[in-house]
T-cell receptor, first 114, second 113 residues
Framework: AQSVTQLDSQVPVFEEAPVELRCNYS??????LFWYVQYPNQGLQLLLK??????LVKSINGFEAEFNKSQTSFHLRKPSVHISDTAEYFC????????????FGAGTRLTVKP | EAGVAQSPRYKIIEKRQSVAFWCNPI?????LYWYQQILGQGPKLLIQ????????DSQLPKDRFSAERLKGVDSTLKIQPAKLEDSAVYLC???????????FGQGTRLTVV
């Protein structure tokens, strides 16, 4: 089965600084990749996804992630963070094929400080 | 469009008691998932349904956990008997088709004392 590793459990940054949240996956077949965000006391929401095509995908609130097949990575980046980006971020992977079995990483807590 | 509905939002039970959670997915979504999220960890897939059939339940502790989706719409997850380590948020999610994004409910926070 596929698996996901999020290398950083916590990432503290100052407001307007750039940030990168790292995600690596392992799978024996091709994959779909997702980043979900969980704001305090809220449910999981999809932030962005890679299904096919361009390896660089973007969200509406300034985040982007790049699928790197050779490095089996899908790191999330934002050039300038806001206080409101403080949340838990989860990377997830599902495998091509009949079974859309989505597996999640342990999460990275992003804390943006003023 | 209504989201994924889950109930109850919170539940406190004593160990060895039983508990059931209910999920109503987004209308038309064929795939339904139950995840367990222990505090400080990522969601762990317990079971996945495609319509009313089980696709993957490899991580479901079948000695105490059971789930069903009889008519291919809403679903229930049951724990009997509960253990202290079952304390977690139980998330239900649904997706329209295979390999499309999953939409999550607010979850049920279970505390076993």
């Amino acid at each position: 089965a596929q698996s996901v590793t999020q290398l950083d459990s916590q990432v503290p940054v100052f407001e307007e600084a750039p940030v990168e949240l790292r995600c690596n996956y392992s799978s024996s077949v091709s994959v779909y990749l997702f980043w979900y965000v969980q704001y305090p006391n809220q449910g999981l929401q999809l932030l962005l996804k890679y299904l096919s095509g361009s390896t660089l995908v973007k969200s509406i609130n300034g985040f982007e992630a790049e699928f790197n097949k050779s490095q089996t990575s899908f790191h999330l980046r934002k050039p300038s963070v806001h206080i409101s980006d403080t949340a838990e971020y989860f990377c997830a992977v599902s495998q091509w094929g009949n079974n859309n079995d989505m597996r999640f990483g342990a999460g990275t807590r992003l804390t943006v400080k003023p | 469009e209504a989201g994924v509905a889950q109930s109850p939002r919170y539940k406190i039970i004593e160990k060895r008691q039983s508990v059931a959670f209910w999920c109503n997915p987004i209308s038309g979504h064929a795939t339904l998932y139950w995840y367990q999220q222990i505090l400080g960890q990522g969601p762990k897939l317990l079971i996945q349904f495609q319509n009313n059939g089980v696709v993957d339940d490899s991580q479901l502790p079948k000695d105490r956990f059971s789930a069903e989706r009889l008519k291919g719409v809403d679903s229930t997850l049951k724990i009997q008997p509960a253990k202290l380590e079952d304390s977690a948020v139980y998330l239900c999610a649904s997706s329209l088709a295979q390999n499309t994004e999953a939409f999550f409910g607010q979850g049920t926070r279970l505390t076993v004392v």
